[in-house]
């Protein structure tokens, strides 16, 4: 079964019809919201707003575990993350979509494995390819179908926010080689990967990175909100184009 996780702009699906909503309860505690079970074209999947649905809970304090516990538990195996990034790469303007092929972690403080305090052995996961080529290769192949233009690859610096960065601060990430910067990314696609989760990210660039475009005048929120509209809109269709082919 397909979980989808929802971001910034996506607390719901309006394609989803909805059966019936649970509240997940994990060893590791709760995730953001109950998970909101439905279908998409007739397929069944699970909904997972981020953040929380009336997105109150920040980056750095969603429980990432919990989040991907729940949705294993309960018959998960295939995880679509939609995440909006900053865009750092000159083709990453905003309104663009793109499912990165890496991710750089520069988050901290956050729990970032299930092995705690548990007598289990330690096993350290492969992590060199972090996201799932057959979830990336269905994504894809869904923007084909649905002629929805999708970039393919791409390197995500994940970051701590929930402050965004300095224009410095992007320069690094930049010549890290990170392509686009984003604060839910990790430790998420890691504990997916301790979960054996397939899991890929959406990424929609909702803005010029820090210092990038024509921003001289820095990010202003306001003028997020109708791009985050639209590629939101793209990634509804690309969903729906997902579970249907
Ligand atoms: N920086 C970090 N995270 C983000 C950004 C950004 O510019 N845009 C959307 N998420």
């Known amino acids: 079964m397909l979980g989808i996780i929802g971001g910034t702009g996506l607390t719901q699906l309006a394609n989803l019809e909805i059966t019936h909503r649970q509240v997940g309860r994990t060893p590791y505690g709760e995730p953001s919201g109950a998970l909101t079970f439905g279908r998409i074209c007739g397929q069944e999947v699970i909904f997972l707003a981020r953040h929380g649905y009336g997105y ?15 949705l294993k538990d309960h018959g998960v195996d295939r995880v679509v993350s939609v995440a ?60 084909a179908s649905a002629g929805i233009s999708l970039r393919d690859g791409g390197v995500y610096g994940a970051v701590q926010g929930p402050r965004l960065e ?17 604060m839910t990314g990790m430790p998420e696609a890691y504990l997916a990967r301790e979960l054996a989760l397939c899991y890929a990210t959406v990424g929609a660039v909702v803005n010029h990175a820090a210092g990038r475009g024509l921003s001289v005048d820095g990010i202003q929120m306001e003028k997020i909100q109708p791009v985050l509209g639209e590629v939101m809109l793209q990634v509804r269709h690309l969903l729906e184009q997902l579970v249907t082919n």
């Not at 109150?56 to 729940?70: C, Q, S």
């Not at 905003?94 to 289990?120: M, N």
């Open 56 to 70: 109150t809970i920040p980056p750095h304090e969603v429980n990432y575990r919990a989040n991907l516990w729940a």
């Open 84 to 143: 909006t990034v900053g865009g750092i790469h000159p083709g990453l303007i905003p309104g663009t979509l793109v499912i990165p092929d890496q991710i750089i972690d520069y988050t901290h403080g956050r729990a970032a494995t299930y092995f705690v305090e548990s007598d289990k052995p330690v096993i350290h996961h492969d992590f060199t390819f972090p996201y799932c080529d057959a979830m990336r290769a269905a994504l894809l192949q869904a923007a």
């Open 166 to 182: 300095t224009a410095a601060e992007i320069n690094r990430i930049e010549r890290d080689g990170a392509d686009m910067v984003g």
